[in-house]
Antibody
């Protein structure tokens, strides 16, 4: 069965960086991508970016472009999301999600990790 | 960015009764391949979101057939034929026709 296991809760100070991991199992890692979606407390869902685990190609949301880096380690089927220059409004639960791509350009998020709470506070 | 607007924001439903959620997009989501790049997700309380409906009208694996999606272009609807207690949570529509993918603000369904 498909599983995405994320790293644990993080507490960071403003200006610091955070790196969240997402270990995949139960499927061929390089046949899908991984997207990252965050949810601020009591708020809705915000897409941050995705990475193709096959090619390493990335696509980032403009809002975090320049502060975010998505990577994968295919040897361990693990995806990483690094966010730098953290601000208080980056406080959120960060989800990784397996991303199914079609040749048409369509994609969806068919399996989600449990989420990682990142709190940014001085 | 394509703006997704959902209504209502809150939906109290009696078990066994039907429910309907509307999602409108600021631009057509109809791709040249004839499919609408519109999905529905459900986030149950305390859980991660889960895919319910993809490409406008296709149920994801394991989704009960009381859930159905319809619509095309800019107007979409998620219907639940007979609401059950386990259907409570926040429902989101999301488009992937244009980057960035954007979500609606969500519709909270709860039981009367």
């Amino acid at each position: 069965q498909v599983q995405l296991v994320q790293s644990g809760t993080e507490v960071k100070k403003p200006g610091a960086s955070v790196k969240v991991s997402c270990k995949a199992s139960g499927y061929t890692f390089t046949s899908y991508g991984i997207s990252w979606v965050r949810q601020a407390p009591g708020q809705g869902l915000e897409w941050m970016g995705w990475i193709s685990a096959y090619s390493g190609y990335t696509n980032y949301a403009q809002k975090v472009h320049g502060r975010i880096t998505l990577t994968t380690d295919t040897s361990t089927s693990t995806a990483y999301m690094e966010l730098r220059s953290l601000r208080s409004d980056d406080t959120a639960v960060y989800y990784c999600a397996r991303t199914y791509f079609e040749s048409s350009g369509y994609y969806n998020f068919d399996y989600w990790g449990p989420g990682t709470l990142v709190t940014v506070s001085s | 960015d394509i703006v997704m607007t959902q209504s209502p924001r809150s939906l109290p439903v009696t078990p066994g009764e039907p429910a309907s959620i509307s999602c409108r997009s600021s631009q057509s989501l109809l791709h040249s391949n004839g499919y609408n790049f519109l999905d529905w997700y459900l986030q149950k309380p305390g859980q991660s979101p889960q895919l319910l409906i993809y490409l406008g009208s296709n149920r994801a694996s394991g989704v009960p057939d009381r859930f159905s999606g319809s619509g095309s272009g800019t107007d979409f609807t998620l219907k639940i034929s007979r609401v059950e207690a386990e259907d409570v949570g926040v429902y989101y529509c999301m488009q992937t026709l244009q980057s960035p993918p954007t979500f609606g603000h969500g519709t909270r369904l709860d039981i009367k």
